[in-house]
């Protein structure tokens, strides 16, 4: 399975990232997205919950944050732990933003299975959405 989709966009990383820090402007960007809140700052141990348009609400824990280059976040699933990672790369004319979804514990080849296609599927539109946001200022 693919685990990840990129995006080049024409801006900074610090730009990029001040984006990502605004966790309740994430729907205006990402079209499966109708709600999304972080409870605290935007550093590692805060958590949030995202309200997709199909499916449950997922909590969400930030376990790393290291701006303006990368944030990595993990759901928990029964006996597996899914993890969403995103990085700002700097390249010629701007960056290129990754985002890569992992999965791990006892169940982890199960839900990489069932979930995984379409969390890398969703990362298209995201992406899109997110460089549209970035560029346009």
């Given at each position: ?17 001040s984006?990502?820090r ?12 109708l ?15 995202l309200?997709p ?11 790393q944050?290291?701006?303006p280059y990368?944030f990595v976040?993990?759901?928990a699933?029964?006996?597996c ?5 995103h ?9 290129e933003?990754?985002?890569r ?26 992406l899109a959405?997110?460089?549209?946001a970035?560029?346009?200022?």
């Amino acid at each position: 399975m693919n685990n990840q989709a990129s995006v080049k966009v024409q801006a900074s990383p610090e730009k990029v990232f001040s984006i990502y820090r605004k966790v309740s402007e994430w729907p205006l960007w990402d079209p499966e997205l109708l709600e999304a809140g972080l409870e605290g700052p935007f550093a590692a141990g805060s958590t949030g919950v995202l309200r997709p348009k199909r499916g449950p609400a997922v909590r969400f824990r930030l376990v790393q944050v290291s701006a303006p280059y990368a944030f990595v976040s993990e759901s928990a699933l029964p006996f597996c732990a899914m993890r969403v990672e995103h990085y700002i790369e700097e390249c010629e004319g701007g960056c290129e933003i990754v985002h890569r979804v992992t999965f791990s514990g006892p169940l982890g080849f199960l839900f990489r299975r069932i979930l995984g296609p379409s969390v890398v599927r969703g990362f298209a539109p995201a992406l899109a959405g997110l460089k549209g946001a970035v560029e346009s200022g």
